[in-house]
């Protein structure tokens, strides 16, 4: 692959300094140079930076603009081949552990580094085309990917501040004093140690708890509020289940405790299983995970000839990444498996039940339930984009059966679109409904009080797309358009922020800017939220969409950012309102004088949901039967 140098790119720094700058730069160490330096030039490569130099005053191009639509499209495609690179015959056998790829457990770490990366690279080696002559200036990574291409640089004084992008290390938690709305980061060591200390007191207080049933299910990761349903009817037939959660509290309020108690739910905590037989395992793990490891790194030459990016062999760059991910986890990856198949040791399960197939802890589960000849049903948790363009985002999400045994959906759309366009056999489908919106479907709307604007999981940083810098403003302009639109209409308005740890907190203050009663929550569930709302507007792709159509909320859809996916099927089947925020004032007007139009659309919205999602407010009910079903 080569890239194309974008043709209406004109302007040159030719015989001048070019700076380049990102999230990493020190923002004294540019002035510094600014002062010193004459005839300089500054591009920037990402979202952070710009609106660092914008705040400074300091005259920037955006690193973007070299950038074509063909150029995306053909580092999407390598993003893609790069980040399964532990599929290959080559690599594969060194990385297996009990039948668990530990190369997969990081699939998503891996996609995240090589959109940003390969998105970074290709800038800029397009950069350095168009100006062989200029002298460059940078520190870190880009003066990593600098020097791969000339020698004509100055390397900047190496930044130690850590960059504020949340890592797969880091925790967000959102919580409000004095109703103000704030966010606390920790590291995830720090976040399961305030874990550990709850889990020893939920061990002291739950030994008795050893009740004999029909059926023990194993639930994974899953959020107790939202399935709250799902929990508490599993007494109805005779289930025994368990919570196991690794990344997630059983309960962290009043009412996800009594959901615990109510369905007699017994806790897995590391406690329960940290032992001798853990402990002895363990050891012997990491000894031969470490021996096949060392046989692996010394296949530089086969990683060279595989990473392959523009003609470029960049594995020298990217090494790092591996030794982070692969081999500085490698204790931690062996002690999660360990931990895994210890509970299947202790416990004899019928079933274990996962989200995702993505998730560290998912993928080692159903993969050691595999092991242990345990059946493993992967339940379909969110609304999904379902179009052929966005196949490639939907698998690397986990999306659809990997290691699991069934999988469990919520309706006919799903299940159509998942035969017509996956390797999943129709026997190995069932449609059950959607247990976590059980509850909802019994929610009654209150007095309408606001309009709701819901933001969505963008910028999407599995997409080339969700990068672009002009992109995210766009995306954040739309935002302050929308609520001036609101505010001239005189109506109240209530944002809520995605939980999703690449939102936009930018959002907060903009909002602030236009109407100070304007007000933003970012740790609240929608679901609290929805009920008190007179409509809907979501920008960008949600399962809140979906959460409105239960409730009978008319929902306007803004696409948000474009990745090109094609339009989704609740916009094809005409689930919703759907607009762009230009022409959002006029429809806006016409849904609130005439409810005429939201009679009309109310009745096609109820269509769509009818194929979506079977078994409205039962499909706890129908999964415990179909579980049933599967065990006779």
Not at 186 to 214: A, C, G, P, R, V
Not at 280 to 307: T, Y
Request: hydrophobic letters at 40%; a neutral charge; one cysteine or more.
């Amino acid at each position: 692959m080569e890239l194309i140098t974008k043709k209406i790119r004109t302007e040159n720094f030719s015989e001048k300094n070019i700076i380049l700058v990102d999230i990493d730069s020190n923002i004294l160490d540019i002035k510094n140079i600014l002062n010193n330096e004459t005839n300089s030039e500054i591009i920037c490569f990402d979202f952070k930076s710009h609106k660092l130099l914008e705040i400074n005053n300091i005259p920037h191009t955006l690193s973007d603009d070299f950038l074509s639509t063909e150029n995306s499209k053909l580092i999407q495609k390598y993003v893609y081949k790069f980040t399964y690179w532990y599929l290959e015959k080559n690599f594969i056998s060194f990385l297996e552990y009990k039948g668990v790829n530990i190369g997969r457990l990081y699939q998503d770490d891996f996609l995240n580094f090589f959109v940003r990366f390969l998105k970074k690279f290709s800038e800029v080696e397009l950069v350095i085309k168009q100006n062989p002559n200029a002298k460059f200036i940078a520190q870190n990574e880009l003066f990593n990917i600098v020097n791969f291409f000339t020698n004509n640089l100055k390397n900047i004084k190496k930044n130690t501040k850590n960059s504020d992008i949340l890592t797969p290390d880091q925790v967000r938690i959102n919580f409000k004093i004095a109703g103000s709305q704030k966010n606390l980061i920790i590291h995830k060591n720090t976040f399961q140690k305030i874990k550990n200390i709850l889990e020893f007191f939920i061990d002291i207080f739950s030994k008795n708890n050893n009740e004999h049933s029909k059926t023990n299910v194993l639930f994974v990761n899953y959020n107790t509020q939202r399935f709250k349903e799902l929990f508490l009817n599993s007494r109805k037939f005779n289930f025994k289940i368990f919570f196991y959660g690794r990344k997630r509290p059983p309960f962290w309020n009043l009412s996800t405790l009594k959901t615990i108690i109510s369905s007699k739910c017994k806790i897995i905590t590391h406690g329960y299983l940290d032992d001798n037989i853990l402990k002895s395992n363990e050891v012997l793990g990491i000894n031969e995970i470490n021996e096949k490891l060392l046989k692996l790194w010394e296949k530089d030459n086969l990683f060279e000839d595989f990473f392959v990016f523009s003609n470029h062999k960049i594995f020298k760059l990217i090494k790092p990444i591996f030794t982070e991910f692969i081999q500085n986890r490698a204790t931690e990856t062996i002690h999660e498996i360990e931990l895994a198949d210890r509970i299947f040791q202790k416990i004899k399960f019928d079933f274990s039940i996962v989200l995702n197939e993505i998730g560290l802890h998912e993928q080692i589960i159903s993969q050691i339930s595999k092991n242990h000849n345990i059946k493993c049903i992967h339940m379909q948790e969110g609304f999904h984009w379902d179009t052929k363009n966005a196949l490639e985002n939907m698998s690397s999400q986990g999306v659809f059966l990997h290691d699991a045994t069934q999988l469990a959906v919520w309706g006919e759309i799903d299940r159509k679109f998942t035969l017509e366009n996956s390797n999943v056999k129709s026997d190995d489908i069932e449609i059950i409904g959607a247990p976590r919106y059980d509850g909802l479907f019994q929610i009654q709307k209150k007095n309408e009080k606001f309009i709701l604007l819901a933001s969505s999981g963008d910028p999407q940083p599995e997409e080339v797309e969700g990068l672009r810098i002009k992109k995210i403003q766009k995306y954040l302009d739309d935002v302050l358009k929308i609520s001036e639109i609101i505010n001239q209409l005189d109506e109240n308005l209530v944002i809520k922020l995605h939980p999703s740890p690449t939102q936009l907190m930018e959002i907060i203050s903009l909002s602030q800017k236009i109407n100070k009663n304007i007000v933003v929550e970012t740790n609240d569930d929608i679901e609290v939220l929805l009920p008190s709302a007179k409509l809907l507007i979501c920008i960008g792709f949600s399962t809140v969409l979906i959460e409105a159509l239960i409730l009978k909320i008319p929902v306007i859809f803004i696409p948000g950012i474009d990745y090109n996916y094609n339009d989704p099927s609740i916009v094809t089947e005409k689930g919703c309102f759907v607009s762009n925020v230009d022409e959002l004032e006029e429809l806006l007007k016409k849904i609130l004088s005439d409810k005429n139009e939201i009679n009309k659309q109310q009745i096609l919205s109820q269509k769509y949901l009818s194929q979506l999602i079977s078994n409205p407010g039962a499909g706890s009910d129908y999964f415990f039967k179909y579980l049933n079903n599967l065990n006779n």
